[in-house]
């Protein structure tokens, strides 16, 4: 009768240990969109070729943001982000050989809406857009969405806004790319006590020497001095 006893009481902790196991497992990005009806709209507007009907799926995410329905880190949030983040960049569509999903306006909104996610993936996201990137616009949404995100572990971050400065146009570089990289230096230093990458201060004193509007080498001067305040 014992014997029975335990068996029975083994039997039962095997039945509840496989139950906590399936609990604990995290959703796939598939599972996600079945449990949300709006999300599965949002993603179907995104992989759309219309630029408008994309547009829309970002304005239907943002006010997701804003309501605090999807948050930093939400998996179903980053993967209609991150695809769009480069649209015609990184995914490209092509009828006889022409890319027709070249949508700059669409890279610019979902730059801004990771960075109001914040977190780890969207710093990611946004760094690849930095090397990738080739309009202005949407340079300058990554770079300052980066800074309000305000990571730079080992100076990660610092290093590769410095070098999108350094690699620009000398002879007629773009002064809102440049703004944005200097608001964004002076993000990530009051969010981390300061920059320690030397290039950091090349690519500020680049922007204070060279062909830029009056306002923006003002900016950069303004930031030098932030930055020697954490020396």
């Not at 608001?183 to 004193?205: H, M, T, V, Y």
Request: contains cysteine.
């Amino acid at each position: 009768m014992k014997v029975s006893v335990i068996w029975i009481c083994v039997f039962f902790l095997t039945i509840l240990s496989f139950s906590f196991g399936q609990e604990a497992e995290e959703p796939t990005v598939e599972e996600i969109y079945l449990q949300s009806a709006e999300i599965r709209l949002i993603r179907e507007q995104a992989v759309t070729v219309d630029r408008d009907m994309k547009l829309l799926a970002l304005q239907n995410l943002k006010n997701m943001i804003e309501d605090g329905r999807v948050s930093t880190g939400s998996p179903e949030a980053h993967y209609i982000l991150d695809y769009l983040a480069v649209e015609g960049i990184g995914n490209q569509i092509r009828e006889n050989r022409r890319v027709i999903n070249y949508f700059p306006m669409v890279r610019k909104e979902a730059c801004y809406l990771l960075g109001e996610l914040g977190g780890e993936i969207s710093k990611d996201t946004l760094l690849d857009v930095l090397n990738q990137e080739d309009e202005p616009m949407v340079k300058a949404e990554a770079a300052y969405a980066l800074g309000k995100i305000g990571i730079n572990e080992n100076d990660e971050v610092a290093r590769a806004l410095s070098y999108s400065i350094i690699n620009q146009d000398a002879v007629n570089p773009d002064s809102n790319f440049a703004f944005a990289v200097l608001l964004s230096f002076e993000k990530i230093a009051k969010a981390n006590e300061g920059i320690e990458d030397p290039e950091a201060f090349r690519a500020i004193i680049r922007i204070a020497q060279g062909n830029y509007v009056r306002d923006v080498k003002r900016k950069a001067i303004e930031v030098m001095d932030l930055l020697r305040q954490y020396q």
